[in-house]
């Protein structure tokens, strides 16, 4: 079974543009959650899909927003990028939720100059 | 306000002996507990977990610890490999709640 596949690996963007990070989650999971990982500061939840509708959301600006298709499929979308938005991306599926083991992919490095 | 914290942010060991993580918590309603474990430029991937009904679990080199009265957890590796050099991960949950709340991470370095 393929695992989490998180495209693009790395990214280039500058301040003030808009990036979009795509996730295939592992087949059969409907659950997928975003997360952005800096040095230090261990991993933040952004919003997590379920079956095309957001169930939980992180404390991040409007700015990033995401969306889950039909086939579980999810984007990230950040507008407007900030030099601070420079991280690793990481996206983690699971079957329904709860307790159960998140599967992650290897995430995209975003660089934001 | 951190709710999960590792307040080592990294760890030296030598192979084969015991590597000890740490991690306390805030909330005394999480009431499941997992470790992850990263290496660079991959995503993390699960080692082990434990309930709040149990004070301990066991897999293979891997053993959780959970002390609820001091809200502690700890990751023991019995005996320590070069490979698990890597970043850990702790997280809770609250069983209602899907969200996981995670610490900042240890990076674990085995000496040969």
């Known amino acids: 079974k393929a695992g989490v596949t998180q495209t693009p690996r790395y990214l280039i963007k500058t301040r003030g543009q808009q990036v979009t990070l795509s996730c295939s989650p592992i087949s059969g999971h409907r659950s997928v959650s975003w997360y952005q990982q800096t040095p230090g500061q261990g991993l933040q939840f952004l919003f997590e899909?379920?079956?095309?509708?957001?169930?939980n959301k992180g404390n991040f600006p409007g700015r990033f927003s995401g969306r889950q298709f039909s086939n579980s499929r999810s984007e990230m979308n950040v507008s407007t990028l900030e030099l601070g938005d420079s991280a690793l991306y990481l996206c983690?599926?699971?079957?329904?939720?709860?307790?159960?083991?998140?599967?992650f992919g290897s995430g995209t490095q975003l660089s934001v100059l | 306000d951190q709710q999960v914290k590792q307040n080592s942010p990294s760890l030296s060991v030598q192979e084969g002996r015991i590597s000890i993580l740490n991690c306390d918590y805030t909330n005394s309603m999480f009431d499941y507990f997992l470790w992850y474990k990263k290496y660079p430029a991959e995503g993390p991937t699960f080692l082990i977990s434990i309930s709040s009904i149990k004070d301990k679990n066991e897999d293979g080199r891997f053993t959780v610890f959970l002390n609820k009265s001091a809200k502690h957890l700890s990751l023991h590796i019995v005996p320590s490999q070069p490979g698990d050099s890597a970043v850990y991960f702790c997280a809770a949950s609250l069983d209602s709640n899907y969200q996981l709340i995670w610490g900042a991470g240890t990076k674990l370095i085995i000496k040969p």
């Open positions: 983690a599926s699971r079957v329904q939720g709860g307790s159960e083991k998140l599967f």
């Open positions: 899909y379920f079956s095309e509708t957001q169930r």
